[in-house]
């Protein structure tokens, strides 16, 4: 049981260039997230999916698109990327259905913008 | 004011000592609430949930009030592998979908 898959760990890109973060959970989540950490600083939700087929926007949506694909995969992508971006990128999944559940967390993307 | 607040430490404390952490919330209508453990370039990880009646897991102990907003954790016996961040968490339903707020977090180090 993998529960929540990130990829790639690692990624350093340059100013302008674009790339799209994958998510992957196997729990039958409903809802998923994606979180940018700044160094020192705490967790802020970039979008959310509540559902399959449907998207929000978080705290710090600005320079990033989602989408969900199926109810699996929830992929986060930097269409033009600017050093403010540079964090560690981490997806989360929990079970909408019942709120006294937690959310899991994936291991991280960390990204590098030069 | 933001929705939750944690004291950021850091907490320096020796090996054995008892160590308490408090989280405010401001939501009223939060249905519940969670601790988390981060550790240094790791993912945040579920440490606890926290139930109305306070609960207990081994040298850790939750507790909630709700009347004052505030949820605890309380760690006892300390060890040199408690020294992590402690993420405060509260979720609460809005319409169709659960809003969770992470606290900005509080430092433990734990001292040989």
């Known amino acids: 049981n993998a529960g929540v898959t990130q990829t790639p760990k690692f990624q350093v890109l340059k100013t302008g260039q674009s790339m799209t973060l994958q998510c992957a959970q196997d729990?039958?989540?409903?809802?998923m997230y994606w979180y940018r950490q700044d160094p020192g600083m705490g967790l802020r939700l970039i979008y959310y999916s509540a559902s399959e087929g449907t998207t929000d926007k978080g705290e710090v949506p600005n320079g990033y698109n989602v989408s969900r694909l199926n109810k699996r995969e929830f992929s986060l992508r930097l269409e033009s990327a600017a050093p403010s971006q540079t964090s560690v990128y981490f997806c989360?999944?929990?079970?909408?259905?019942?709120?006294?559940?937690?959310?899991?967390f994936g291991d991280g993307t960390r990204l590098s913008i030069l | 004011r933001k929705e939750v607040e944690q004291d950021p430490g850091p907490f320096n404390v020796p090996e054995g000592a008892t160590v308490a952490f408090n989280c405010t919330y401001s939501n009223s209508a939060s249905q519940s609430f969670f601790w988390y453990r981060q550790d240094c370039r790791k993912e945040p990880k579920l440490l606890m949930s926290v139930y109305s009646s306070g609960n207990e897991d081994g040298r850790f102990t939750a507790q909630l009030n709700r009347a004052s907003q505030y949820i605890s954790l309380l760690i006892r016996d300390s060890k040199l592998s408690d020294s992590a961040t402690y993420l405060c968490v509260v979720n609460s339903k809005k319409t169709s979908y659960d809003k969770v707020i992470f606290g900005p977090g509080t430092s433990l180090s734990v001292i040989p």
């Open positions: 729990m039958n989540h409903n809802s």
């Open positions: 989360a999944s929990t079970d909408q259905s019942n709120s006294n559940q937690p959310q899991h």
